[in-house]
């Protein structure tokens, strides 16, 4: 694994946007796993930027993201379409039918997630994976559980990630109880994968992931058995990483 120590968070949005940015430049029809929330903000800013500048060219990259809200519309200021709408996919000229995210208002969700891994295997894999860690070690919505979920499927979200995503809604109440999200074996088959992190109060949590046992009590810890990671993440987030 390779780490990345950055003074802050903007450093990190820069360090991890230098290697998006390569992995576009010597791979320009590169799959890319995307992550949302608030850590990949950064770094989808700087990557913005450079496509402005004219030095990054989205024209045909492919994107799968690693989750959607189950019952929210892509339209939704909530979900992860829009976010990704506003944040990278409006501002960087990247076809919208090479953009991918699984539906939230599917009729059968059981067949959508079989859709959503077939259009991942479509592609061959999953050339670079963006991924943020959860407080309790949940990567996309693979929650802390007794097993690794292999395929995209529908997790029922924990009391923990509802109150972590609640400032996103209204209300915690607003947050939804599902979500889409890929599962553990198309990010483990990606050629490579990179982790972002930030502040002290992910510094647990990443030392649990990266320094504890492999356990799906702590679902990111499995990226130890990835043959290239990379972590990025500031001094607070990797305060504890021994």
């Not at 990345?4 to 230098?18: C, L, N, P, S």
């Not at 799968?64 to 892509?74: C, H, S």
């Not at 599917?106 to 894999?125: K, L, N």
């Amino acid at each position: 694994m390779k780490i990345h120590k950055t003074a802050d968070y903007e450093t990190m949005g820069r360090k991890a946007a230098d290697i998006v940015a390569a992995q576009i430049t010597l791979k320009p029809d590169s799959v890319l796993g995307l992550a949302t929330g608030s850590t990949p903000l950064g770094l989808y800013a700087r990557l913005v930027e450079r496509h402005k500048a004219g030095e990054l060219d989205f024209a045909r990259v492919r994107t799968v993201n690693l989750d959607e809200y189950e019952g929210l519309a892509a339209a939704h200021p909530q979900s992860y379409r829009f976010y990704m709408e506003q944040n990278l996919f409006s501002k960087t000229g990247i076809c919208p039918g090479n953009t991918h995210l699984p539906d939230g208002l599917a009729a059968d969700p059981a067949a959508e997630c079989a859709r959503y891994d077939a259009v991942i295997r479509g592609f061959g894999g999953i050339d670079l994976q963006l991924l943020g860690i959860g407080h309790d070690g949940h990567i996309g919505f693979n929650e802390p559980g007794g097993h690794f979920e292999n395929d995209t499927h529908v997790a029922v979200l924990t009391p923990e990630t509802i109150d972590a995503n609640k400032r996103f809604f209204t209300s915690a109440a607003e947050v939804p109880r599902r979500a889409y999200t890929m599962g553990i074996r198309p990010i483990m088959l990606a050629g490579r994968v990179l982790v972002v992190v930030s502040g002290v109060d992910k510094a647990d949590i990443v030392r649990r992931a990266f320094s504890g046992p492999v356990t799906p009590a702590v679902p990111a810890s499995i990226l130890q058995m990835h043959r290239d990671v990379t972590l990025v993440g500031d001094e607070a987030a990797l305060g504890k990483l021994l």
